[in-house]
């Protein structure tokens, strides 16, 4: 079983940067594909970047690509989303998700990005 905790959220100005953290916890973390999403109330949840189980291959949604890097660390049961250039569009709650032969989600972090 693997456990996700996001965390970095907070209140960032328009044009900011922003990197938020994913802890996971088990041994088996390194084979799993890891993904951020993102909603906002009343929408569904959003696909916003992913990468696979060894880092070799990453996505990006078209709203972030060029803004946004997804990247992980195996040895430290850790996943990363550097956020720049920040929008208003972009607030919202990101959550961090294993996907392998099992899948996980984490209980989310706000991100607003304001005036």
């Known amino acids: 079983q693997v456990q996700l905790a996001e965390s970095g959220g907070r209140e960032v100005q328009i044009g900011g940067s922003l990197t938020l953290s994913c802890a996971a916890s088990?041994?088996?973390?390194?084979?799993?594909?890891m993904d951020w999403f993102r909603q906002v109330p009343g929408k569904e949840r959003e696909f916003v970047a992913a990468?696979?189980?060894?880092?070799?291959?990453?996505y990006y949604s078209d709203s972030v690509k060029g803004r946004f890097t997804i990247s992980r660390d195996n040895a430290k049961n850790m996943v990363y989303l550097q956020m720049n250039s920040l929008k208003p569009e972009d607030t919202a709650v990101y959550y961090c998700?294993?996907?392998?032969?099992?899948?996980?989600w984490g209980q989310g972090t706000q991100v607003t990005v304001s005036s």
């Open positions: 998700f294993a996907h392998a032969y099992a899948f996980y």
């Open positions: 990468i696979s189980w060894n880092s070799e291959k990453v």
């Open positions: 088990g041994s088996t973390f390194g084979t799993f594909d």
